[in-house]
């Protein structure tokens, strides 16, 4: 993943990428190497569950967000647009 190099923007999102990274999509090496490369300045966002306890030590911020109530929980399926 060469997304970091030459100082393309400010902020890179990259959304899911945990989940990615949880599930074997994603090799949890390449995700330390995207974190490595980080060019000085640019703000790393990395979202979905499952941060790899390896990862922590690499990061500056690690947030987790605990569900109160949901549609779900009403019998409400998942949407699309919202959930999916």
Do not use: Q, W
Request: hydrophobic residues 40%; aromatic residues 4%; charged residues 30%.
């Amino acid at each position: 993943m060469d997304m970091c190099a030459g100082n393309c923007c400010d902020v890179l999102v990259l959304d899911e990428i945990l989940v990615a990274a949880r599930d074997g999509f994603l090799a949890t090496e390449e995700l330390r190497s995207v974190i490595g490369a980080k060019p000085e300045g640019m703000e790393l966002v990395l979202t979905g569950r499952g941060m790899p306890d390896e990862l922590l030590p690499m990061v500056d911020l690690v947030n987790e967000i605990r569900k109160v109530k949901h549609p779900f929980d009403s019998g409400v399926p998942s949407r699309e647009g919202k959930e999916y």
